[in-house]
């Protein structure tokens, strides 16, 4: 199929259809099927895709597939072939603004979308940007470093440490803040890295990401830019920092600490959850407004401690009933050094892991115990598994979030495999890793279909 044809992407029965009824890829067109009339531009297909259905995108801007065999009619009103590709522009420099840069790691903040695969490329230069997000020159000089261009699950230590060391050049070059592009799904694993790899930075280090890419109605990639940029640039907060949606609509973004934060839904915009605390600002493209008072603040000198190490010979379990031994034994048979346990309740395992979990303590390696409810402290000395699991050798990481626990253990095993040594490293936080309480509103779950509830959130969802 060359680059010039007019059914780009379509094979099979889908190919079919539209060559039938005289129709082409780009057109604008009226669909009669079986369940209505649609209206829309023909898209091309994905190469990968089906060949039993046409892609429309409609006025609103979402697309929709249509079923070839409930097709009744196609009506051409218009055809003007469209290039999905962002306006590359020279990002404006203004000397009396400040400088940010973005380093780049392979999510999707600014993008277009390739039809012929069906993937979605990142928009990534200044021009780029400029061209997708103009109002970005509004806010500060953006320079942007592209370090990786992976989905966030392939982020990993290598890529860590690597970003780590980038955001360390970038501080004593004498940048006013960093602003870190990300895939959302990982994003929670590298903050916390950060967090341990930078410590006591002088300016905000901001993770951003989209849930939905640029190319869709829907999508926050700009919003959550914007946000971003001007917490880095303008912001008082000098700590590693997640920046997106805090209600579902556009109203606002929350900064969360990076080793308190969590995606909690794999769709919503406002997925981030700063989970057993409160967040640590609001933020809009003008505003930060602090919520929590402890926080570090921005200075003026370079200085930052940079810590870019990790053992990837840790693992993470959650428990499940009836687990079986043998999913510690091949952690112990495989050499890893660390083993984290997202326990049920308070802390807590079945006793036929008693068995390899005190075998595992006796080779040196260090297990760590969290809670898989994610909210709450392990409370070990509550009953007797519990203590049991500490007499074994495990050691309670209080209310270190499961993901954060096994992300610093990693960290810690870098410097030490001695037991006692790690426990110490482990439970001496280094920015609320670990906290002394939980606020009383760092625990909200609203259940809808409860009448009091449900009148609360008249107005509150947008």
Not at 2 to 30: C, F, I, P, Q
Not at 104 to 132: H, K, M, N
Not at 166 to 186: N, S
């Amino acid at each position: 199929m060359n680059e010039h044809d007019k059914l780009k992407g379509y094979k099979g029965k889908a190919r079919e259809v539209l060559e039938s009824m005289g129709t082409r890829v780009w057109a604008d067109v009226e669909i009669e099927t079986d369940k209505g009339i649609y209206e829309g531009i023909i898209l091309p297909r994905a190469e990968q895709a089906d060949d039993l259905h046409i892609v429309l995108k409609l006025e609103t801007g979402y697309n929709i597939g249509l079923a070839v065999h409930a097709i009744r009619s196609i009506k051409e009103k218009a055809f003007r072939e469209a290039h999905y590709k962002i306006p590359e522009q020279e990002f404006p420099y203004d000397p009396i603004k400040l400088n940010v840069t973005l380093l780049g790691t392979g999510g999707t903040i600014a993008s277009r979308l390739d039809y012929r695969t069906g993937a979605v490329i990142p928009a990534f230069t200044p021009g780029e940007l400029y061209g997708a997000v103009p109002e970005l020159a509004d806010i500060c000089n953006l320079k942007t470093k592209k370090l990786f261009g992976v989905f966030s699950e392939n982020m990993g230590p290598e890529q860590y440490i690597a970003t780590a060391k980038a955001i360390g050049r970038e501080i004593e070059a004498g940048v006013a803040g960093i602003v870190i592009g990300h895939g959302t799904d990982t994003m929670h694993h590298t903050a916390a890295a950060l967090t341990f790899m930078i410590q006591d930075s002088p300016v905000p280090i901001i993770m951003v990401g989209s849930q939905r890419s640029s190319d869709r109605p829907s999508s926050d990639a700009a919003f959550n830019l914007r946000c971003a940029c001007n917490a880095a640039a303008h912001g008082s907060i000098a700590e590693v920092l997640v920046c997106m949606f805090g209600p579902t609509s556009d109203a606002y973004n929350l900064l969360h600490r990076g080793s308190r934060v969590r995606k909690m839904h794999s769709s919503y915009r406002s997925t981030f959850r700063t989970l057993s605390d409160i967040p640590v600002a609001k933020c809009t493209p003008d505003e930060v407004n602090p919520i929590k008072k402890d926080f570090r603040p921005r200075r003026k000198d370079k200085n930052v401690k940079l810590d870019a190490v990790f053992d990837d010979r840790v693992a993470i379990v959650y428990y499940y009933p009836a687990m079986k031994p043998d999913i510690i034994e091949s952690l112990i048979d495989n050499e890893y050094k660390g083993i984290v346990i997202a326990g049920t309740g308070l802390g807590h395992v079945n006793k036929p892991l008693y068995a390899p979990l005190r075998k595992a303590c006796r080779m040196g390696i260090s297990v760590m115990m969290t809670v898989q409810t994610l909210w709450g402290y392990v409370q070990m000395f509550v009953y007797d598994t519990g203590r049991d699991l500490m007499e074994l050798g495990i050691t309670p990481c209080s209310n270190m979030l499961p993901e954060v626990a096994y992300i610093k253990l990693g960290w810690v095993l870098a410097h030490t495999h001695d037991r006692e040594k790690v426990a110490k490293m482990m439970l001496t936080p280094i920015n609320d890793e670990i906290t002394e309480r939980e606020p009383h509103d760092g625990y909200l779950i609203f259940q809808g279909g409860l009448p009091e509830v449900e009148e609360f959130l008249k107005g509150r969802l947008r």
